[in-house]
């Protein structure tokens, strides 16, 4: 594990063309990394997350991917991502390739790419469309046992995995705490894993059983310190719902989603002056 | 507070709490969903299980969560268990009751389209997607599904199938093998459709009052049967108002706090 200042962990290990993880259901979302990678301008990425939420749309309409692995891509309890929906009706700023799973499946694939399968089993039951669409990948074989259908959903391992947690120890182990989603299982499953964490502490406030990323798993930290800013970071700081309701207008139309970008992330040099833009942090 | 001061949507809210059995496991959809199962669980059903995709399990909200994965889930929860864990040992594994869900189109079926509408590589209308629904529509003992009616929201052909119901119906559902019983009541706007016993065809079962089957048939996209016992729902309860209005408010207020981070 090296610990880096977050701008030298993406340059250092995150490049054009890879596939990227940012993961977090709803809780703990990297927005802190997704803006330093839009700084950098990475190009042609094949984004996964189940939850695309704003910080893939954000990184959609500022041109960072060609494709799109996902599950439900919405603006929770809002409506749509109108960036993604753009890229994906009208493909502004370019096309965007989809791979489309159910959050069942999504969640089996990350396990079995972090178990080293080539793919994890589920119960098989009628065909959805979704089955049919041009470059569905499940598919459906025989148990050897009981020769009941089972769908077959292929390994997702991403090149490059990137998480924000709570804390993060002097030697370097993760703590993740609340809401934890598919995060270990993407973790694991990646062959690069990025963290970026709220604090560092001497001793983890951890319980036995508490989900920790043993520092030798984990590629290269950074301490970013509201780096999950507008998601949240459970005992440190709520979900931001008024902003994620002020985005629905924000990212309606081209343009002012282009001003928003240019203002609030590209124009900033790290997230701590984001933060302070927003009037989030003092 | 008159008896006929409430709006639509309080009684489709207040219709969907009340199919809400006290003591049920729920695996529960954002949004509506989530509102008639936290008020339901504030009035007869105080010991409904409420089990979102997000992982928390057996969660007691005091404000209704804006997204599937809200602090207060976590903060009110027995457990919060990982997401593949939810999907794989609660409901595929055969633990979840009811599960309650909404959809942007549903067909006489009870399949329902969260997908796209339009071809699917070139869609006008890119919705978001499956999420939990595919599984919890295939998985969960029984499921409830609260949706407002109109010509474009029950249709009588999907563009897209997300969710399978009752397939074409007449037990071809069974016949798939799935486990679950399928869509066992569809609360609108208008009343409550549920599936004909043999055709398995959603037809109208219930009126909310002051509505016609006339005004209910004009918002359908296919010729909406009516059941031979229609019954007539009564209006929603003072204590049933006060509860829906408080605990809207409340989350109102808690939605509209600004956070602050110190960095």
């Known amino acids: 594990m090296a610990l880096l200042p977050l701008a030298d962990a993406i340059a250092a290990h995150v490049s054009d063309g890879q596939s990227v993880a940012l993961e977090g259901f709803t809780h703990l979302i990297p927005f802190a990394a997704g803006h330093e990678i839009i700084r950098q301008q990475r190009r042609r990425l094949h984004l996964i997350r189940m939850t695309p939420d704003l910080i893939y749309d954000q990184m959609i309409g500022m041109g960072c991917a060609a494709s799109l692995t996902f599950s439900w891509g919405g603006n929770p309890g809002v409506g749509s991502l109108h960036r993604l929906r753009d890229a994906v009706e009208q493909h502004w700023p370019q096309p965007l390739q989809l791979h489309e799973f159910t959050h069942a499946e999504m969640a089996i694939a990350y396990q079995a790419g972090a178990s080293g399968l080539p793919c994890g089993l589920m119960r098989h039951y009628a065909a959805t469309d979704l089955e049919r669409v041009a470059g569905a990948s499940v598919r459906v074989i025989s148990c050897p046992f009981t020769q009941a259908a089972l769908a077959a959903i292929p390994a997702i391992n991403p090149d490059v995995t990137i998480l924000h947690a709570q804390q993060i120890d002097a030697t370097g182990n993760v703590l993740i705490r609340g809401i934890v989603g598919a995060a270990k299982e993407a973790a694991m499953a990646a062959r690069c894993l990025l963290v970026t964490v709220e604090e560092q502490v001497e001793k983890l406030a951890a319980d036995v059983n508490a989900l920790v990323l043993p520092s030798w798993v984990v590629t290269a930290a950074s301490i970013v310190p509201g780096g999950a800013y507008p998601s949240y970071a459970h005992g440190y700081y709520a979900r931001d719902n008024g902003f994620y309701r002020a985005w629905d207008e924000i990212a309606r139309e081209r343009d002012g989603f282009s001003r928003w970008m240019r203002r609030h992330v590209l124009a900033v040099p790290d997230h701590a002056a984001q933060l302070r833009s927003l009037g989030v942090a003092a | 507070m008159s008896e006929a001061d409430y709006s639509r949507d309080e009684m489709m809210t207040v219709a969907a709490a009340r199919q809400l059995r006290n003591g049920a496991v729920c695996f529960v959809g954002i949004g509506l969903p989530s509102a008639a199962c936290n008020l339901a669980r504030m009035l007869h059903a105080p010991d409904l299980v409420l089990i979102y995709e997000s992982g928390t399990v057996g969660t007691r909200p005091v404000t209704l969560p804006l997204s599937i994965g809200d602090g207060e889930l976590a903060e009110t929860a027995t457990c919060v268990v990982p997401l593949p864990e939810v999907f794989a040992h609660y409901l595929q594994g055969g633990r979840i009751d009811v599960g309650f869900l909404g959809a942007a189109q549903i067909d006489r079926f009870g399949n329902l389209n969260s997908t796209v509408i339009g071809d699917y590589a070139r869609p006008s209308v890119r919705l978001p997607g499956g999420g939990g629904a595919p599984e919890i529509l295939t998985h969960a003992r029984e499921v409830l599904i609260v949706m407002k009616q109109s ?113």
């Open chain 2, 151 to 263: 010509l474009r929201s029950f249709v009588p052909r999907l563009e897209f199938r997300t969710s399978c119901g009752y397939l074409q119906g007449a037990g071809a559902r069974r016949a798939s093998g799935a486990p679950g019983l399928g869509p066992r009541a569809v609360v609108t706007d208008f009343g409550v459709l549920r599936p004909h016993p043999q055709t398995e065809e959603l037809q109208l079962t219930a009126l909310y009052p002051g509505v016609t089957v006339e005004a209910v048939r004009a918002v359908s996209g296919w010729p909406l049967k009516v059941a031979d016992a229609l019954e007539f729902l009564p209006a929603p309860q003072v204590a049933e108002l006060a509860i829906l209005r408080d605990l809207h408010a409340r989350t109102q207020t808690a939605h509209a706090g600004p956070v602050h981070i110190r960095i």
